[in-house]
């Protein structure tokens, strides 16, 4: 008998001790290779890494047939990209998993994918309605737009146990970015949410800005790429002074005109009220060197940020001597991110003297493409062997001479710098000594995960591991 939506999900059941009893549905065979053959004919291998779990209490399942019913009373078309996820969570809750993410990401390279529309995503938002077991979303870089926004407001009201929602690059514009702060008033659960990429502009900015000063639950919220204009940011930086909640912000690349830096004014203003944020990314936010002594002002007050990026902006060595300064005084910063700015030779024998002598806070330090030579690129290898503190350093898209070669490949095999915790490694060619570049980084995932291996790896993202705000990218 067929279910209409209203009607509750599949009574649970115990997964029989033999596998090989395990029923299948009829519109659904596995062949001799093990894989799973839907009614379509596609063969889906088993993929890796797209549930985060922990063990949970008992099993329920169902949400294959669950989703193919409700296609089948809307005439949606059944994805069978979407079909093979639903069938890995199946198994997942049958061996007493929770704490399921749903993984529905649309630039999955592994398979053959359809990307989820408004309509695909209703159908979703209905199947985890009321689940126990599965408490993250991940439906990035699909096509759910402001429909699907409207969904989501649904389940954000609804779904009691979703703590982690991740709607980067959706087409989501500020028509739904409104509804999706407002439903976050009354919501108590989500921890993180991901706006990336989303053009709500200052219009949606302004209705998330307005949610902190009423949602006491949300601990991290990412609006990256959103093309905030200066209202919003100055309004974010406003409510923050008194929201103490929040933990991990990220106003990456809003839409800023003029040369005044008032956004650092302010930001710098909220620093010095604020002692709950931990997390702050302000990049390309044409930072110059009297915004970061505005930030830099803040931070001699401020006794609860760990994780500072200011990378891809316009700071130089001036700006260096104000970041310096502060790190001989600052004892909470343990992660600064100065990639592509323009800090050069100078910038960087300023910040080596203070780690050298000073600061034994600082855990990593970025400097990616910075227009450093070979001198103040082995001052910072100085400094290293004399802080005991200072881990993970980053200096890939500098320019190398033989001496910082040298340098770095010293502390490599003398033990004092990991391999893990820096993105070049040495290798010798007829007695002379180079630097290659290897995939490590502070937040080398931000936009995007590998299609093999570990998705959230050390390595790759050092801020996570080093400065963990909620458990997601």
Known sequence: MQRSPQEARPESRTPPSDPSTTRTPAWAAADRSGKIRNFSGHHFPQLPGLLHNREAAEPVGGLQEYYYELCMEKSQEIKPFILHILQEVDE???KGLAGITLNVAGNCHLMPVERVTGEDFWILCRILKNNPYINGLDVRYNLIGDVGASYATELLQKQHNLIYLNLMFNDIGPEG??????????????K????????????????FAAMLQINSSLEKLDLGDCDLGMQSVIAFATVLTQNQ??????LNRPILYGEQEESTVHLGHM?????????????????????????????????????????CNKITQDGMVCLADVLKKNTTLEVIDLSFNRIENAG???LSDTLASHNRTLKALSVV??????????????????NPTLSNIYIW???????????YSELIHMGRLKSDNTDVEPFVVDGHVYLAEVSNGLKRHYYWTPGYGEACSPSSNAGLTLVPVGQYL
């Open 348 to 350: 960087a024998n300023y």
């Open 245 to 250: 909640t929040i933990k991990g912000l990220n």
């Open 271 to 311: 620093l010095k009220e604020n002692q709950c944020l931990v997390e702050l990314h302000v990049c390309k936010h044409d930072i110059k060197n009297c915004g970061m002594k505005q930030l830099c002002d803040a931070l001699y007050l401020n006794r609860s940020l760990r994780y500072l990026d200011v990378s």
């Open 177 to 190: 970015g409104e509804l999706i702060a407002k439903a976050l008033h009354k919501n108590t659960t989500l």
């Open 369 to 386: 493409s910075n227009n450093i030579e070979g001198e103040g690129l082995v001052a910072l290898s100085q400094s290293m062997k004399t």
């Open 92 to 94: 997942e809750i049958e």
């Open 192 to 207: 993180h949410l991901r706006m990336t990429g989303n053009k709500i502009e200052n219009k949606g900015g302004m209705f």
């Open 397 to 407: 898209g500098n320019k190398f001479d033989e001496a910082t070669c040298v340098a």
